[in-house]
T-cell receptor, first 116, second 114 residues
């Protein structure tokens, strides 16, 4: 197992375009998280899935953002009508929840989005 | 609302020095606390996780402690090396049941001078 992977690693787009990012978690992990990180800040929680169910969405996740995890494996994050303020690093993480234990989150390399 | 603070924002030390990075959080109702390392332009590498019932964890030259009641954690790095230069972030897992999530500090950027 090679860890959490994300694709693409970099994306440059023009304002108003739609973009989609993919995250492949560690295979046995049932929880998948999306975070956004801007320069000089820590990552901010966006949303997470337990298996295929999206259990929480941050208020940061406007209606232009949508995330899916159709079969409880990989996940996609789509941003519609991108704005310059969407420029950030988008990070995906996965973990395994067993009973009441909330275990270590492992992060992918991130997708750097630049909106021109 | 949970807030995580890491001070100072940056630190520069000579090689070989032992150092302590501090992290504080406002709400002691946490499940666990994780320390991460981030190299410029890269993702996060998990260093240590401390469950809320634990007081410390060790991995190699790293030791992390947790005082949940006072809302504090420290990451101790022994015999620092230039390769330790990176940003170190702490994050707490908090919330209720299905709504649990990580809240991060802004990180401490460490520079170890040869």
């Amino acid at each position: 197992d090679t860890g959490v992977s994300q694709d693409p690693r970099h994306k440059i787009t023009k304002r108003g375009q739609n973009v989609t990012f993919r995250c492949d978690p560690i295979s046995e992990h049932n929880r998948l998280y999306w975070y956004r990180q801007t320069l000089g800040q820590g990552p901010e929680f966006l949303t997470y899935f337990q298996n295929e169910a999206q259990l929480e969405k941050s208020r940061l996740l406007s209606d232009r953002f949508s995330a899916e995890r159709p079969k409880g494996s990989f996940s996609t994050l789509e941003i519609q009508r991108t704005e310059q303020g969407d420029s950030a690093m988008y990070l995906c993480a996965s973990s395994h929840r067993s009973g009441w234990m909330l275990n270590e989150q492992f992060f992918g390399p991130g997708t750097r989005l630049t909106v021109l | 609302k949970q807030e995580v603070t890491q001070i100072p924002a940056a630190l520069s030390v000579p090689e070989g020095e032992n150092l302590v990075l501090n992290c504080s959080f406002t709400d002691s109702a946490i499940y666990n606390l994780q320390w991460f390392r981030q190299d410029p332009g890269k993702g996060l590498t998990s260093l240590l996780l401390i469950q809320s019932s634990q007081r410390e964890q060790t991995s190699g030259r790293l030791n992390a402690s947790l005082d949940k009641s006072s809302g504090r954690s420290t990451l101790y790095i022994a015999a620092s090396q230039p390769g330790d230069s990176a940003t170190y972030l702490c994050a707490v897992m908090h919330g209720t049941g299905a709504n649990s999530k990580l809240t991060f500090g802004k990180g401490i950027t460490l520079s170890v001078r040869p």
